[in-house]
């Protein structure tokens, strides 16, 4: 009797501890289960963003002036014939003529309108989903354009983080506009910006906007990919292709090279980066090399305390990654899918020249390679 009295005497204490425990966990602010909003929006300052092509990144503040805002975005739909790899051409679908789509940056509590067209060039329905919208299928259901039409709606953006948004016209088509280019990457900040693993706010002196692409294309008897006059006409080829599941090109920013060589991307030592990466339709995992991950927050968001230290971070289909490194040494970086005949073989991959002073403290040569002794 005794030892069960115990037992349930511990039981009831331990029920106490979790119940004051959760108090002091939540205090005064309503978790994230439990948060209510009020009013449209309507009536609060607007303004216009500039987007622009990938790696690049419209202007923003990384702490929110002014408090919240309707950010208005233009996407278009354009479908375009583009090499992805020597030989290697698709009819891509996109927004805004690039694959990926523009990085949009709003902060938590603004609101996104969208204004999505669709030119009468074009031959096929859109519209887009935001992961970081709540209802009607992320807008999925209320942005269907055809050819010469237009729509605008507005999502108010409750959650911090980076959040992948894409066509998604329906049935197949949902998949088939996705890998043939039509996905993109919001990044929602926090008001107050972002926060280390102490809680400190922590600024970054740029960004770049990396994102992974498995493209299927149809082959021929030959091995070659085919060629097409019109989407339209690829359509039935590009289906049984994408069933294969297995992609033809893996490629950073759309097309093999785009971030390589010429395309290089450039930093300095002491600078601070945001890698914001993301894979619309498969898994994958992200790598520095000669780098870390300083702060990664996981899952791309920002509400998370970020993890510390980290060598590679996983991306699953249908997200969107943050990373932040300083770097710390001079010279050449490769930031790729550490799947690494995804990385080399196809073109997952992108180069950094980091310009500064080297730092012996860090890694020093001792002896050049030369004969054994
Ligand atoms: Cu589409």
Same mark, same amino acid.
Request: aromatic share 8%.
């Given at each position: 009797?005794?030892?069960?009295?115990?037992?349930?005497?511990?039981?009831?204490?331990?029920?106490?501890?979790?119940?004051?425990?959760?108090?002091?966990?939540?205090?005064?602010?309503?978790?994230?289960?439990?948060?209510?909003?009020?009013?449209?929006?309507?009536?609060?300052?607007?303004?216009?963003?500039?987007?622009?092509?990938?790696?690049?990144?419209?202007?923003?503040?990384?702490?929110?002036?002014?408090?919240p805002k309707i950010i208005e975005v233009t996407l278009t739909a354009e479908e375009k014939k583009m090499e992805v790899a020597p030989g290697?051409?698709?009819?891509?679908?996109?927004?805004?003529?690039?694959?990926?789509?523009?990085?949009?940056?709003?902060?938590?509590?603004?609101?996104?309108?969208?204004?999505?067209?669709?030119?009468?060039?074009?031959?096929?329905?859109? $519209? &887009?989903? @935001?992961?970081?919208?709540? #209802?009607?299928?992320? !807008?999925?259901?209320?942005?269907?354009?055809?050819? /010469? %039409?237009?729509?605008?709606?507005?999502?108010?953006?409750?959650?911090?983080?980076?959040?992948?948004?894409?066509?998604?016209?329906?049935?197949?088509?949902?998949?088939?506009?996705?890998?043939?280019?039509?996905?993109?990457?919001?990044?929602?900040?926090?008001?107050?910006?972002?926060?280390?693993?102490?809680?400190?706010?922590?600024?970054?002196?740029?960004?770049?906007?990396?994102?992974?692409?498995?493209?299927?294309?149809?082959?021929?008897?030959?091995?070659?990919?085919?060629?097409?006059?019109?989407?339209?006409?690829?359509?039935?080829?590009?289906?049984?292709?994408?069933?294969?599941?297995?992609?033809? $090109? &893996?490629? @950073?920013?759309?097309?093999? #090279?785009?971030?390589? !060589?010429?395309?290089?991307?450039?930093?300095?030592? /002491? %600078?601070?980066?945001?890698?914001?990466?993301?894979?619309?339709?498969?898994?994958?995992?992200?790598?520095?090399?000669?780098g870390h991950a300083d702060l990664y927050w996981p899952l791309g968001k920002f509400h998370n305390k970020p993890l510390v230290d980290l060598e590679t971070w996983n991306i699953p289909a249908g997200s969107a990654?943050?990373?932040?490194?300083?770097?710390?040494?001079?010279?050449?970086?490769?930031?790729?899918?550490?799947?690494?005949?995804?990385?080399?073989?196809?073109?997952?991959?992108?180069?950094?020249?980091?310009?500064?002073?080297?730092?012996?403290?860090?890694?020093?040569?001792?002896?050049?390679?030369?004969? &054994?002794?």
């Amino acid at each position: 009797m005794k030892n069960k009295f115990g037992l349930l005497k511990s039981v009831s204490l331990l029920g106490l501890i979790v119940i004051l425990g959760s108090c002091n966990i939540t205090g005064n602010k309503s978790g994230v289960i439990d948060k209510t909003y009020s009013g449209d929006g309507d009536g609060l300052p607007r303004v216009q963003e500039e987007l622009v092509a990938p790696p690049g990144i419209p202007k923003f503040d990384q702490v929110e002036k002014g408090g919240p805002k309707i950010i208005e975005v233009t996407l278009t739909a354009e479908e375009k014939k583009m090499e992805v790899a020597p030989g290697d051409s698709i009819w891509a679908m996109t927004f805004n003529g690039s694959v990926p789509a523009p990085l949009i940056v709003a902060h938590e509590g603004d609101f996104v309108e969208l204004t999505l067209k669709n030119p009468a060039s074009n031959t096929q329905g859109h $519209n &887009i989903d @935001f992961h970081a919208s709540t #209802g009607k299928m992320g !807008g999925g259901d209320i942005s269907h354009v055809q050819p /010469g %039409q237009q729509v605008t709606f507005r999502f108010r953006t409750t959650r911090a983080g980076a959040f992948v948004y894409h066509c998604a016209p329906g049935g197949l088509m949902t998949p088939m506009h996705v890998v043939s280019g039509m996905n993109g990457v919001i990044l929602v900040l926090p008001k107050n910006g972002l926060t280390d693993e102490n809680g400190n706010s922590v600024k970054f002196d740029t960004a770049f906007y990396i994102v992974q692409q498995e493209y299927y294309l149809p082959k021929g008897p030959d091995g070659k990919t085919l060629d097409f006059k019109t989407p339209a006409e690829s359509l039935n080829a590009m289906q049984a292709s994408m069933e294969k599941l297995i992609p033809t $090109n &893996i490629v @950073f920013n759309g097309y093999k #090279g785009s971030l390589t !060589g010429k395309n290089a991307l450039n930093a300095k030592v /002491g %600078q601070k980066v945001l890698f914001i990466s993301a894979d619309a339709n498969s898994d994958t995992r992200m790598h520095l090399i000669g780098g870390h991950a300083d702060l990664y927050w996981p899952l791309g968001k920002f509400h998370n305390k970020p993890l510390v230290d980290l060598e590679t971070w996983n991306i699953p289909a249908g997200s969107a990654a943050a990373a932040l490194y300083r770097f710390r040494e001079p010279g050449d970086y490769v930031y790729l899918d550490h799947n690494l005949i995804d990385a080399i073989a196809y073109g997952a991959m992108a180069q950094i020249k980091v310009s500064g002073k080297w730092d012996n403290s860090l890694m020093k040569v001792i002896s050049k390679p030369g004969p &054994i002794k």
